[in-house]
């Protein structure tokens, strides 16, 4: 039986999304405004990369054909091949928001249906009641923030104050969550995990779609560092998704990153956390080595995300992409007759864009193997197509709404 390599380049989009101006995102382009800015040398950073953007092996596969389909733009400083070595096309989403676990759940046959619930207010941004219940419930002296903010920002701004005084710090964003920040050792680790749990069960009647530990350490003095330990808290898929179907029929899975948070841990086999993209591709790569006939991988590659695209950072998300690139043979070459490997995102995070939030966005799709013919995939109205196409790749007919290629 053929086995399916599914990865998530997270925030990775490719422009285009119709709707974007819903959402205050007319005109963002994840790859396309990174490209523009390397080849006109604001991508450029002393000891870290310089020049155009230089994804050869993902322009082979055929992601400057992706991109240009979705935006009718070229993509800056690359020449794109004839003929692609892979299969191309983009994703447009069906599900309302430009977040992750509406895009990682329709991805998996599972478009969100319902509408999530949102923290609007950017000062005191939770109502009165659940900051009470936070408190009580937790046994806290307070919280901080309670607001719209970035958490590398906001953990620098508040950092003291939490150590002097033990409240956590919360805040949200345009997307459907509730983060709280905590020292891992004034704070404890364990308890920040607790008390998620218990926010999580709070803020479920407001329909919020993760609770997100964010864990630190450090000093007033040196400065302040988040870790690996993040930890989501979301609420599961309403519906089945491939994981779902894969498990009923006693196939492997291993998911690697924040698979698992994404899914609240609903079939998702056998789970590897690693901190970093590098360190995900490499235990991807281990374990796909001893994936049996029929198992799926399912990988997140969050850093393009959290350390790039949220903080604005241009060189360093061009520098991430290169290096995924570079990784990219090994990917290929681990492959047997009868695999297929399918690269895509859930969202965008344009680093070039104002504020600090994920941008409504189409996402590329590759797909490729040994033996695979490559031809363009066109259009895909939603990313539930790439559950139904692997779906069918995999022997267990198409999973959701989505309609195979």
């Not at 794109?80 to 096309?89: F, L, S, T, V, Y």
């Not at 047997?336 to 966005?361: L, M, Q, Y």
């Not at 939603?382 to 309609?403: C, E, Q, T």
Request: aromatic share 8%; hydrophobic share 40%; with cysteine.
């Amino acid at each position: 039986m053929a086995r399916a390599w599914l990865i998530v380049l997270d925030s990775v989009g490719c422009g285009g999304a119709e709707d974007a101006a819903a959402y205050g995102d007319a005109g963002s382009d994840t790859l396309g405004h990174i490209a523009e800015a390397c080849a006109a040398g604001r991508g450029d950073r002393e000891g870290l990369r310089s020049g155009p953007l230089q994804l050869p092996n993902l322009i082979r596969l055929g992601l400057a054909h992706a991109c240009e389909a979705s935006t009718g733009q070229p993509l800056a400083g690359v020449t794109k091949p004839a003929q692609p070595q892979g299969r191309w096309g983009y994703g447009v989403e069906l599900s309302q928001g430009k977040d992750t676990p509406s895009g990682h759940w329709e991805i998996a046959g599972c478009p969100v249906s319902f509408q999530w619930g949102y923290f609007t207010a950017l000062e005191n941004s939770f109502p009165p009641e659940l900051v009470a219940g936070i408190v009580k419930e937790g046994a806290l002296p307070g919280i901080l923030g309670n607001r719209h903010a970035s958490g590398v920002t906001i953990i620098e701004e508040l950092g003291a104050e939490h150590i002097r005084t033990g409240k956590p710090i919360c805040y949200t964003s345009v997307d459907s969550v509730l983060q709280i920040a905590a020292h891992e050792e004034h704070f404890g680790l364990d308890r920040l995990y607790a008390l998620c749990r218990t926010v999580r069960g709070l803020v479920d009647p407001l329909r919020i779609g993760r609770v997100i530990a964010r864990p630190f350490t450090g000093s007033p003095e040196k400065g302040f560092t988040r870790t690996g330990n993040r930890k989501d808290f979301a609420i599961p898929p309403p519906e089945e998704t491939i994981l779902d179907r894969l498990t009923a029929q006693g196939r492997s899975i291993v998911t690697i990153g924040k698979i698992g948070d994404i899914f609240a841990h609903r079939a998702t086999g056998s789970e590897i956390k690693p901190f970093g993209n590098h360190a995900m591709v490499e235990a991807a790569l281990e374990a796909w080595d001893g994936l049996p006939d029929g198992g799926f991988c399912f990988v997140n590659l969050v850093d393009f995300d959290t350390e790039y695209g949220h903080r604005r950072d241009i060189p360093g998300y061009a520098a991430a992409l290169e290096a995924f690139d570079r990784l990219l043979p090994r990917i290929e070459a681990a492959l047997k007759p009868g695999d297929i490997a399918v690269i895509t995102a859930d969202h965008g995070n344009d680093p070039s864009w104002r504020g600090t939030d994920h941008t409504r966005e189409h996402v590329p799709i590759l797909a490729f193997g040994p033996g695979i013919v490559p031809e363009p995939l066109g259009r895909r109205e939603s990313f539930a197509d790439i559950a139904a196409s692997l779906g069918i790749w995999l022997g267990i007919g198409p999973v959701g709404p989505g309609r195979h290629w």
